[in-house]
């Protein structure tokens, strides 16, 4: 689709769309502000394309050839948010991993968030390559909205892992949709790491199709002050012998408050397939707020799947051995959320951004 039809269905679509809501229960719901396409000028027109400097990894492609898989994934009219994200797009990313690389160097991507961006990347990875991509949103500078859509299209036997740090200061609104195509014994590794923004939404979702085809989704989300987070992890199992893991860890202090959704979807051709996910929340006062939702929908008897939650306040008597040896409250909060989250930093695979994540999660809790 040409550029400027897709900017004028998306402004169609958005004048049409219904608001987000942000209610799941009688009790269970975000205040976010409120949202007006007129206030947001930039334009589709001025759109730039910035090409990943690894010439090793990134094939070259015509922007024709590029902008096909544009809108591929991630449809322009999946909610409002998507058709303001596409008829406001400024900011262009097409990366293509070529057949059987398997480049040990990530791509690191250091977005300019210091304006309002909405930010697309594209990530086409064919048959038996592999890459690391570490995407990196942050800012000291004040902006009123972020927008970041993600598209990652998985070949047979493509791996990615796909690390996405957000630490946006001052931002009235952060929309973040990312979501993955898969094939054959693909993989795809989500690694998510949110602290910033004042109102939040995440979304993190995989389509597993093809035999083989598989995924791993880990979050940290950590809020304090009046931070409000709405986060999203799906999966749909299409085909069969997928496999989904899901599993995040809250941490929220103060007056911040998160709803965390998690769906597991297998659907009735994905015979043999798994699911697994599990949420797990720390609030550090009694006025922090974490409502969890985790949901299963099967339609298929030959599977295994299984869901579970914890929601747990910080432990006074280990706050009272840690500060008791000499530790400040702050020192001893700052070891509680370590140990809590270290399940999911383990994870990481690139040792410098496990020591990054941690020095930022250090400086979050006070």
Not at 53 to 73: E, Q, W
Not at 336 to 346: A, M, R, T
């Amino acid at each position: 689709m040409e550029l400027n039809t897709l900017k004028q269905k998306s402004i169609e679509a958005f004048s049409k769309l219904p608001d987000y809501n942000f209610k799941y229960g009688l009790n269970i719901t975000l205040n976010p502000p409120k949202l007006n396409l007129n206030e947001i000028k930039n334009s589709l027109d001025s759109t730039s394309y910035i090409h990943c400097p690894l010439n090793i990894i990134l094939k070259s492609k015509k922007d024709k050839d590029s902008l096909d898989y544009l809108n591929s994934v991630i449809p322009f009219n999946t909610n409002k948010f998507t058709s303001l994200h596409y008829s406001e797009l400024n900011d262009f990313m097409f990366i293509t991993i070529p057949k059987g690389s398997q480049n040990k160097e990530p791509i690191v991507l250091n977005n300019d968030t210091s304006k309002n961006t909405f930010s697309h990347v594209i990530v086409l990875a064919e048959e038996n390559s592999k890459i690391t991509i570490i995407d990196k949103d942050f800012s000291e500078k004040e902006s009123d909205y972020y927008s970041k859509c993600v598209e990652l299209i998985l070949k047979d036997n493509a791996k990615i892992n796909y690390i996405h740090l957000q630490n946006l200061k001052n931002n009235r609104f952060n929309f973040c949709l990312k979501k993955a195509k898969t094939s054959k014994d693909s993989n795809v590794k989500w690694f998510d790491l949110f602290t910033g923004s004042d109102f939040c939404v995440s979304r993190t979702e995989s389509n597993l199709e093809k035999e083989g085809a598989s995924t791993d989704s880990l979050g940290v989300f950590i809020g304090t002050n009046n931070q409000q987070f709405d986060v999203n992890n799906s999966t749909k199992h299409v085909d069969p012998y997928t496999v989904s893991n899901i599993r995040v860890k809250n941490v929220f202090d103060d007056n911040s408050k998160c709803i965390y959704n998690g769906l597991i979807r297998i659907g009735k051709n994905a015979f043999k397939s798994s699911g697994y996910q599990k949420a797990d929340a720390l609030t550090l006062n009694e006025t922090a707020e974490v409502d969890a939702v985790p949901q299963l929908e099967i339609e298929n008897h030959d599977v295994k799947c299984s869901h579970g939650t914890t929601m747990g306040e910080i432990d006074k008597s280990q706050m009272f051995y840690l500060m008791s040896r000499g530790l400040s409250e702050k020192e001893s909060k700052q070891i509680i959320v370590s140990g809590f989250i270290e399940p999911i930093i383990k994870e990481i695979p690139i040792e410098e951004i496990k020591d990054e994540v941690t020095e930022l999660v250090k400086n979050k809790i006070k």
